[in-house]
C-alpha cells in the first residue's frame, strides 16, 4: 500500500518541478492574469486528484489484516445452547479415538500456566468410536487478528494420552497507520485514538470430547475444568 503513494507523491513533486519550470517560460509569454489563472487550475487538478484518491481509490485497496466482527463465546455456544455447527471454523485440531480405548487421561506438560484452568466438555454418546475437537478462536485486538504474535496452548493427542503444553512469556510491539488524508493531521479532532487499546481478546480454547458411554476420563482437577453434558 505504501509503494502507490509514494508514487503518487513522485509524480506531483515531478509535476509541480514542471509547472515551474513553464511558469518561468510563460512569463515572457502571458500576462500575469492568464498565468495566475493557470497557476489556480493545476493547484486545483491537484489537490482534486489527490482528495479522488484518498477518498474513492485506497479504500478500495484490499487489506491483508483480518478482522472481526464478532467473536463467539465458545463455552456458551457448546455446553448451553449444543451448537457446535457454526463453529467449524474455529476448529483448530480434531482426532479420532481409536474404538479400544476404555479411558483417556488429561495430563499437563512443560510451560502449561498453573494459574489457568483448561476447559473440557465432555459428551457421552451411543457411539463406537470417539472424537476430540479443539476449539479456538483468535486472538484480537482493537477486532484486529493478531493470533501469530500470540499464540495459546497447544494440545496433542498419543493414543489414550492428551497432553497440554504451555507457552513461553512473548512480548510484541505493534505499529498502526490509519488511512486518512493529510489534512487531518492539522485539525483538532476529539477521535484521535486510532483504537481502543484497552479492546484486548485473548482465544479462548475449549477442548470438546464426544466419547462412548463406556470410556472414563481422568484428569488433574488443579489443571482441567471437565463440564459433563447432560
Known amino acids: 500500500m505504501l509503494i502507490p ?20 517560460w510563460m512569463k515572457n509569454k502571458m500576462n500575469k492574469k492568464i498565468i495566475y489563472r493557470f497557476m489556480v487550475g493545476y493547484i486545483i487538478a491537484l489537490v482534486a486528484i489527490t482528495f479522488a484518491y484518498f477518498t474513492i481509490v485506497q479504500p478500495q485497496l484490499k487489506d491483508d489484516i483480518k478482522q472481526y466482527t464478532f ?9 448451553e445452547q449444543d451448537d457446535v455447527e457454526s463453529l467449524s471454523e474455529y476448529v483448530k485440531k480434531e482426532w479420532d479415538l481409536s474404538s479400544q480405548i476404555d479411558q483417556l487421561t488429561l495430563s499437563v506438560g512443560d510451560g502449561h500456566d498453573n494459574e489457568n484452568w483448561f476447559d473440557v466438555i465432555v459428551d457421552y454418546e451411543e457411539v ?6 479443539l476449539y479456538e478462536t483468535p486472538t484480537t485486538l482493537a477486532r484486529i487478528d493478531i493470533s501469530e504474535h500470540v499464540p495459546l496452548i497447544d494440545v496433542h493427542l498419543n493414543g489414550d494420552l492428551i497432553t497440554v503444553t504451555g507457552r513461553d512469556f512473548i512480548e510484541e510491539s505493534f505499529l498502526a497507520i490509519k488511512n486518512e488524508m493529510v489534512l487531518r493531521q492539522f485539525l483538532n479532532d476529539s ?8 479492546d484486548f481478546h ?4 475449549i477442548l470438546l470430547l464426544t466419547l462412548p458411554n463406556h470410556t472414563k476420563v481422568n484428569a488433574d482437577e488443579h489443571y482441567f475444568q471437565i463440564h459433563y453434558k447432560k
Do not use: C, R, T, W
Open 5 to 24: 503513494i509514494f508514487l503518487m507523491f513522485i509524480v506531483i513533486i515531478a509535476l509541480i518541478l514542471v509547472a515551474i519550470y513553464f511558469s518561468n
Open 71 to 79: 467473536v463467539p463465546n465458545l463455552f456458551h455456544k457448546i455446553y
Open 128 to 133: 463406537s468410536q470417539g472424537k476430540v475437537i
Open 191 to 198: 477521535d484521535s485514538n486510532m483504537f481502543d487499546y484497552f
Open 202 to 205: 485473548e482465544g479462548e480454547q
